[in-house]
């Protein structure tokens, strides 16, 4: 039976069989006899090579005709094979031969080198892979750094390109490839120096050029590096561009605002944009809390473009920053304040009763409203907003959400939904109408209805702005953490209602209802939270001491995890800003690096951290 299996064509080896053999033990076999389907020898073939049954693959593919053998469709399984059985030196029979019948095929000669390899021969799969590297032909550097790339061989598909180059006569040719393979090498001066080069050659590489940069530097030392590299070259080729935008990001990148201002100011110039950047970098560093730089960025296109087209927007950017700093420093200044609402007054007399002046009364309003408690003339702000004729819409609808917390603070939940409704109705899958749907969903978090809260919560999640969809996130598991056990709800109501209290500024009472709330729920799921509100309420109010010792309890106690890193950044932060005890304030920012590595803090931490060590990046 089995010579008259020798005997057929390979194509239809699979009718000669035995029906007693399909199931054997070690044939697995292809598919079943009877089937009367021919198999195409190579296949069969490579299905026998990649079971591992070696045998039986070499057998086969030695029946093949010697061009199906040397194809590259069927050369590595048969190699692999051989390989396997230790048959070198038929492998390197059957290669030499495939590379005399196909000489356009550069892989072929790394497959003799990988095969030297197995050997035992590494001086000849050497000398074997230099000579692919010396017969390179243009059209074979793909394929061969693709075989080398597969085999693990880094230096030699480093070397395949670097010759592709050559070959190209263009010294920015294969640098895509190049860089993906240092920074999966991890070879980071050579990552820095092929994607800077790639970059003085071609702008447009730019946006390719940062994204690897954002994947492959993860160490410090790596930033300082790069950084180091572009102040050098900015400072000698100040014409050139690119470092100036590299630069630029990578400053972001570390919250050093400070930095990015000097090269914002320096391209803004160079490309005559009147201020444009610099003010794109102001709303950058304003989000990241870094108030003096977005106020000094929109100083200097106030001062240097009086007549620019970008001039109000800088005064009123300038005003906004200024309320920002002074709304997140405790304890608030009132002096401050009042000289604040002083150059909001005018400049919306400059600007006159125009819809210009609607977003500046919008302000004022808010710091009228949140530090000056003076809601009425708040509200009357607003109001004024909402009628003013060709008032753009998103400025009134973002007066009628202010508004709408107005008469929350007031005790008016009917008119606040009211007002958030409207918004959401106008702006159904925008920011605002997002915004305003949060709003909706925290008064009735507020109100204790925490069905009708998550309802609109778990829409939220799924929204575009993504601190609309974190803080929806975060309300959505505070609610479903603290109903799962207290179906009723009964110590979130309380904890909602001290919230509400902080919302109205109503500290001393928020405050009072924390403590009432830690005393009646010991040990509950909410305690690191209250904890932590806690803290916050004291920092506000400038009792400083106590907020630490309050944050204490939560980085000292394991099971306030979740809250940990916060606490801990926040300890920081008040050492730093508010009792100036730097040396403290620099050992735990360290802390927040080596301890929560992964916390959204990270940057702003090492940002601090090296500022207060002294090396910042100036």
């Known amino acids: ?77 048969y190699v692999a094979s051989l390989q396997a059985l230790k048959r070198y030196k038929d492998a390197e029979k059957l290669v030499k031969k495939a590379t005399k019948q196909h000489p356009e095929e550069g892989s072929y000669g790394v497959v003799l080198g990988a095969l030297y390899t197995a050997a035992g021969d590494l001086a000849a799969a050497d000398k074997q892979y230099q000579r692919v590297i010396g017969q390179l032909t243009p059209t074979q550097v793909a394929p061969v750094a693709a075989e080398f790339g597969r085999r693990e061989l880094s230096v030699w598909v480093e070397r395949t390109y670097l010759r592709g180059r050559e070959l190209a006569k263009n010294n920015t040719e294969y640098a895509p490839e190049l860089i993906q393979l240092y920074t999966q090498s991890q070879e980071q001066d050579k990552l820095l120096a092929e994607t800077l080069h790639l970059v003085e050659r071609d702008e447009q590489q730019l946006p390719f050029v940062r994204n690897m940069l954002q994947n492959a530097l993860h160490e410090e030392k790596d930033f300082d590096a790069l950084e180091k590299i572009l102040l050098t070259k900015v400072q000698n080729q100040p014409d050139q561009q690119a470092y100036s935008e590299l630069l630029l990001w990578l400053q972001v990148q570390r919250h050093d605002f400070a930095g990015a201002l000097v090269q914002a100011r320096a391209i803004d110039r160079r490309a005559n944009a009147q201020g444009v950047r610099v003010l794109m970098l102001a709303g950058i560093a304003q989000r990241n809390r870094d108030y003096a730089t977005a106020i000094a960025a929109c100083e200097y296109v106030v001062r240097e473009y009086r007549t620019g087209p970008n001039y109000q927007l800088a005064r009123q950017l300038l005003l906004e920053a200024r309320e920002a700093q002074v709304r997140d420093t405790y304890p608030v200044d009132p002096a401050q304040v009042q000289a604040l609402a002083a150059d909001y007054e005018k400049l919306i007399a400059e600007l006159g009763p125009t819809p210009a002046a609607a977003p500046v009364m919008r302000d004022l309003a808010n710091l009228y409203a949140f530090q000056l408690d003076n809601k009425a003339k708040a509200m009357s702000l607003l109001q004024q ?103 009723l709800g009964l110590a979130l109501k309380d904890y909602a209602a001290v919230e509400e209290l902080a919302f109205q500024n109503k500290l001393p009472q928020a405050e009072a209802g924390l403590d009432a709330l830690l005393r009646k729920y010991p040990g509950h799921a909410l305690t690191d939270d209250a904890l932590f509100l806690k803290a916050k309420l004291q920092r506000r109010t400038g009792d400083y001491a106590a907020a630490v010792r309050t944050l204490g309890l939560i980085t000292g106690n394991p099971k306030y995890d979740v809250l940990s890193d916060d606490a801990l950044f926040l300890t920081a932060e008040i050492q730093d800003e508010n009792l100036k005890d730097k040396a403290k304030a620099q050992a735990l920012y360290q802390d927040v690096l080596t301890k929560y590595p992964g916390s959204i803090y990270v940057a702003e931490a090492r940002k601090r951290f090296r500022r207060l060590r002294g090396d910042a990046v100036q």
């Open 1 to 77: 039976m089995y010579r008259l299996l020798l005997l057929l064509p390979v194509g239809w080896l699979v009718l000669a069989t035995p029906l007693h053999a399909q199931n054997m033990p070690g044939q697995g076999g292809p598919p079943r006899a009877g089937s009367w389907a021919p198999i195409d020898g190579p296949t069969l073939a490579r299905d026998y090579a990649r079971r591992g049954e070696y045998e039986k693959a070499a057998f086969l593919f030695g029946k093949l005709t010697s061009e199906e053998q040397t194809s590259p469709a069927v050369l590595p399984d």
């Open 385 to 487: 907003v909402i009628a003013m004729p060709r008032a753009e819409a998103d400025v009134v609808d973002e007066a009628k959400t202010t508004l709408g917390d107005l008469y929350l603070l007031k005790g008016e939940p009917w008119e606040a939904t009211l007002l958030y409704s409207q918004v959401e109705k106008t702006h159904p899958e925008a920011p605002l109408g997002y915004e305003a749907k949060l709003r909706n969903a925290r008064l009735s978090y507020f109100a204790g209805d925490f069905k009708l809260a998550q309802s609109h919560l778990d829409i939220l999640k799924e929204a575009t702005t993504r601190e609309i969809a974190n803080d929806a996130m975060q309300l959505s598991l505070l609610i479903q953490e603290n109903t799962v056990e207290d179906t």
